[in-house]
């Protein structure tokens, strides 16, 4: 973060009796965007998230339903072609991935793509916006 931007973070404690520790618990999740939407058709590198001019998107988590047995489904970063998330719908038909900070360019969209055809597939990407 530039310059004095400061977060204010949901801190909690909570002693464990048995041994008398205090775990820091953070709760961050207040401070992501989400992005969730589902389709019935096709898309050729929709344009889903468009960062503020100036900034860049963070991907930090994507989960992905799909009902359908073929096909994928692809996120990817506009310009770059910076890639950011697969599916491949013969494999599994629901993933996620959590804890990553998948970084693109200032200025730069997340796309979808998808060859499922009519059939279902939902997302939800948990995102950041940075300077």
């Known amino acids: 973060m530039a310059g004095n931007a400061t977060r204010l973070l949901n801190i909690s404690a909570v002693e464990n009796l048995q041994n008398g520790y205090s775990p820091l618990m953070v709760d961050t999740a207040e401070h992501h965007t989400?992005?969730?939407g589902e389709y019935t058709a096709n898309q050729t590198s929709l344009t889903i998230i468009t960062p503020t001019s100036g900034h860049k998107i963070?991907?930090?988590e994507v989960?992905?339903?799909?009902?359908?047995?073929s096909g994928?489904?692809?996120l990817d970063f506009a310009t770059s072609e910076k890639k950011v998330?697969?599916?491949?719908?013969a494999k599994q038909q629901t993933w996620a991935i959590a804890g990553v900070h998948i970084e693109g360019a200032t200025d730069e969209a997340?796309?979808?793509t998808s060859t499922v055809?009519?059939?279902e597939h939902y997302?939800?990407?948990n995102y950041i916006e940075e300077e």
């Open 34 to 36: 989400t992005f969730s």
């Open 58 to 60: 963070c991907v930090q």
């Open 63 to 69: 989960y992905v339903a799909v009902n359908a047995n």
């Open 72 to 74: 994928t489904i692809s």
């Open 85 to 89: 998330f697969r599916m491949y719908a």
């Open 110 to 112: 997340l796309q979808l």
């Open 117 to 119: 055809g009519e059939n």
């Open 123 to 125: 997302l939800i990407i």
